[in-house]
């Protein structure tokens, strides 16, 4: 409840604050009404679980979110896999895939994960979200054109049936639609309508306009569903067997991590514009709570909206006050006006998803991306957007999670340098110890960088592989902000490669916890008594004495 917390500190609770407040939850409400009935349907649900889902999680986001103006419910980001889940598994299926992601949530957020999540990079994130709006473009033609329902088991094989089910589409259902694609982008143009959200709009009058003429064929929520029912729904426990379990931990897991990059995004979204700070492992917590929570009250996956996020902000509001005053309102339409909303046109809801699919898809932005940024991001981009319309968006997601991540890898790693440092780059440090020139034999190299697995190889190929091996060997650490349990392991191996061959190693300039890492690790052992060093003074000092001993011993030394 740090949202509250913090908004009551603020003082937001007070008097001047309750009606903007208010205000603003009940515009939110309105705005969220047909997008969370058309998110429903398109997720293979029925229109008040998206009701359902809005109500519990808005409530409970608002309540113990980390963020003062979020507003959680059913979005579009979780359209093409609740419809997959909800198509193979059933309404109960989605509702413990839910529930599952909810736990994932809740464990992100208490093991302080929150940070991490918000570094998926941006082609990952872009990729599958424009395909995301692609399949729900597509999955809406069935509505939006009054086309016959087909099925097909891949993406190209469904657009495929729906060109050739083209010829007969519905006109009513088309013109309706046509009308409320126009009606969603134009009516806050209209004169008095400026502050009344376009989606609104057009469901109201495209329910009006069905309900005085009765247009023939015109699929509706009262055809498609039998309406809605006028109460609220009660508390039910999902039948959970094991086995179902184990089919929906992929799933599961992907709903918590969409879940998890879309309410962050819009936590950032709104920090920018309000000014403020989220916390982001307290959004997890909330956002974990609310998938435990929705689907016990009828409700599926939900998540941070942005758009009803930012409605919420634009109107005024400024605690989570408007987050509960939101799920009130759709309470209050479901008591209230539940009879109404069965003449709602189906093609009404597809034409407010297109808007949606237009805007999460965001072309100009991923157009962008395909011209300015670099060949291997296009390629995961590329990769992860034709995997999520082709193949299937979990596979999209971990693929493309791998390949930014080996990406980066690969980048570190280059960023790493194992250097060769000459008598110049020596020289302030060789005057310091009144050393002329670096002792016969003796050779430094500095390793700049995270020594890390991905640097190994370079280290092996430089260090090792020379054919002139030196009497001593220094390794200067001082530039190793750390180092993971392959680079020890490489490190260990090479000191005890070229120990094997006669070469001393010393290691110094270690920061403490790359020291605590590699004496812990059995390193300082194998180099000896002297053979680690804090500075680089006293081991050029040890590396001195270590070639006047070899002098001493050399032929034509002391008899002994």
């Known amino acids: 409840m740090i949202s509250i917390v913090e908004a009551h500190r603020a003082g937001l609770f007070k008097r001047p604050h309750l009606l903007p407040n208010i205000v603003a939850g009940a515009v939110v409400g309105v705005v969220a009404l047909p997008l969370s009935m058309a998110f429903a349907i398109a997720s293979g649900a029925r229109p008040e679980h998206g009701l359902y889902t809005a109500i519990v999680a808005g409530f409970v986001v608002a309540v113990f979110g980390g963020t003062r103006l979020q507003i959680a419910g059913p979005t579009g980001a979780f359209v093409a896999i609740l419809a997959g889940i909800t198509a193979k598994y059933g309404i109960d299926g989605l509702q413990i895939a839910s529930f599952m992601a909810g736990i994932m949530l809740l464990g992100l957020g208490l093991a302080k994960m929150g940070g991490v999540i918000k570094f998926i990079p941006d082609p990952v994130i872009v990729g599958f979200t424009t395909g995301i709006g692609v399949i729900i473009w597509v999955g809406q ?274 960023s790493v340098e194992v250097v060769r440092l000459t008598e110049t780059d020596l020289h302030q440090d060789l005057a310091g110890q009144g050393m002329p020139a670096l002792p016969e034999g003796v050779v430094v190299y500095a390793i700049e960088g995270p020594f890390f697995f991905g640097a190994v190889e370079r280290f092996e190929r430089i260090v090792l592989h020379g054919d002139n091996l030196p009497k001593v060997l220094v390794l200067r650490l001082r530039r190793v902000p750390f180092m993971d349990i392959t680079g020890m392991q490489a490190l260990e191996e090479a000191i005890g490669g070229l120990q094997g061959r006669g070469v001393r190693v010393i290691m110094c300039e270690a920061n403490p916890t790359v020291r605590k890492k590699v004496a812990a690790a059995g390193l300082l052992s194998l180099l000896g008594d002297d053979g680690y060093f804090d500075a680089f003074g006293p081991a050029l000092a040890q590396c001195a004495g270590i070639g006047e001993a070899s002098a001493a011993v050399a032929p034509g030394g002391p008899a002994s």
């Open 141 to 414: 033609w069935t509505y939006f054109f009054g086309l016959p329902n087909v099925s097909a088991t891949h993406f190209h094989d469904h657009v495929w049936h729906l060109l050739q089910a083209f010829p007969q589409l519905h006109p009513a259902t088309t013109g309706i639609a046509l009308a409320s694609l126009v009606v969603t982008l134009y009516a806050t143009r209209m004169p008095g309508l400026k502050r009344v959200p376009g989606p609104l709009v057009a469901m109201v009058l495209a329910t009006i306009a069905h309900s005085l003429f009765q247009f023939d064929g015109v699929a509706t929520i009262g055809s498609a569903f039998g309406g809605i029912p006028q109460q609220l729904p009660s508390f039910s426990l999902p039948v959970v067997t094991l086995s179902r379990v184990f089919e929906l931990v992929a799933p599961a897991f992907a709903i918590a991590m969409l879940g998890a990059i879309e309410s962050l995004l819009s936590a950032v979204v709104v920090d920018g514009m309000a000014g403020t700070r989220h916390d982001s492992n307290q959004e997890l917590i909330g956002q974990g709570l609310a998938n435990l929570a929705a689907p016990l009250f009828g409700g599926f996956a939900a998540t941070g909206a942005i758009a009803r996020t930012a409605t919420n902000f634009r109107n005024g509001g400024s605690s989570p006050l408007a987050g509960i005053v939101h799920a009130l309102t759709l309470v209050l339409v479901i008591v209230a006006m539940a009879p109404l909303v069965a003449n709602v046109p189906l093609a009404a809801l597809a034409a407010i998803l297109f808007i949606v699919a237009y805007n999460m898809a965001e072309v100009k932005h991923f157009m962008r991306m395909v011209r300015r940024a670099p060949r291997a991001d296009v390629a995961i981009l590329l990769i992860t957007f034709v995997l999520t319309v082709f193949v299937d968006l979990i596979v999209a997601v971990n693929i493309g999670v791998i390949l930014a991540t080996l990406q980066f890898v690969r980048r570190m790693s280059q």
